[in-house]
């Protein structure tokens, strides 16, 4: 306390509000950073959502094609192709798409590559082959055949498998991504509870010391003054032996009172 009260007053105000600035700052300083991983990891979240979602647009085109080879199979109907090729443009795209969403990924890259090389092996392997054998009467029960071995569903239950894993992935990342929001969430909280009960505490403790250093001498030496002004030259001068302005105001004070 003696070396804080021998500061000048100025000092004294600059260091006690200084105090209260850095636990703001730090506080400030910390939640800031935390609100840009928040930031981050929602972006990334939307990211890892609109790759899920392609993916899902993907596989539903690969059904939509599965479903227009079959109608054409039951029925020899060229109009139940119309899905089949809907299909096959949308998966085309979407395959792109996704391709172009993970590029920062070789892992993911090399898996989207697969899942595409078993989409282009059902489309090659059975569908085109079945839709050819479909297409003239004399082969029709040779692509009903086909479609009754195992060969298109074992295909496709690959391009699942493959599709399935790729999800996994994503959503693993997905899963990551909100723990890593949830705890700076946390940290921005908790460090906005403790920053307002430090700054409070401390701008309370500031307070005090400010009173006790600033505020009571003066009180005392005011009194001191008036007590002098009445003629009572025995009241002691309080503050002499301070250093700062309120030391200096004691000692021309103690002068007036020997004068």
Do not use: C
Request: aromatic fraction near 6%; proline fraction near 2%.
């Amino acid at each position: 306390m003696s070396a804080f009260a021998n500061l000048p007053i100025s000092r004294k105000l600059i260091a006690a509000f200084t105090a209260v600035i850095v636990v703001i700052f730090a506080s400030s300083a910390i939640v800031y950073d935390r609100l840009l991983v928040i930031e981050w990891a929602k972006n990334w979240r939307v990211h890892t959502a609109d790759v899920l979602e392609t993916l899902q647009t993907a596989m539903d085109a690969m059904l939509d094609q599965e479903t227009g080879v079959r109608g054409y199979l039951i029925t020899a109907d060229e109009k139940f192709l119309e899905p089949y090729h809907r299909g096959g443009n949308a998966y085309t795209a979407a395959i792109q798409k996704i391709k172009n969403l993970t590029s920062y990924s070789p892992a993911q890259q090399s898996r989207l590559d697969e899942l595409n090389e078993l989409a282009n092996k059902w489309r090659l392997g059975f569908a085109e082959r079945a839709i050819a054998l479909m297409a003239k009467s004399e082969t029709r029960e040779d692509a009903r055949a086909l479609e009754g071995s195992t060969a298109g569903k074992t295909a496709m239950d690959l391009i699942r498998a493959k599709a399935h894993e790729i999800d996994g992935v994503e959503r693993d990342l997905l899963a990551k991504r909100d723990a890593v929001q949830n705890q700076a969430f946390a940290t921005a909280y908790m460090t906005t509870i403790l920053g307002g009960a430090a700054s409070l505490i401390i701008a309370t403790l500031v307070g005090v010391l400010l009173t006790r250093a600033i505020a009571v001498p003066i009180t005392r030496m005011t009194s001191a003054m008036t007590t002098l002004s009445k003629g009572d030259t025995t009241v002691e001068v309080p503050g002499v032996s301070r250093s700062d302005e309120i030391g200096a105001m004691a000692a021309a004070v103690q002068i007036f009172k020997i004068a």
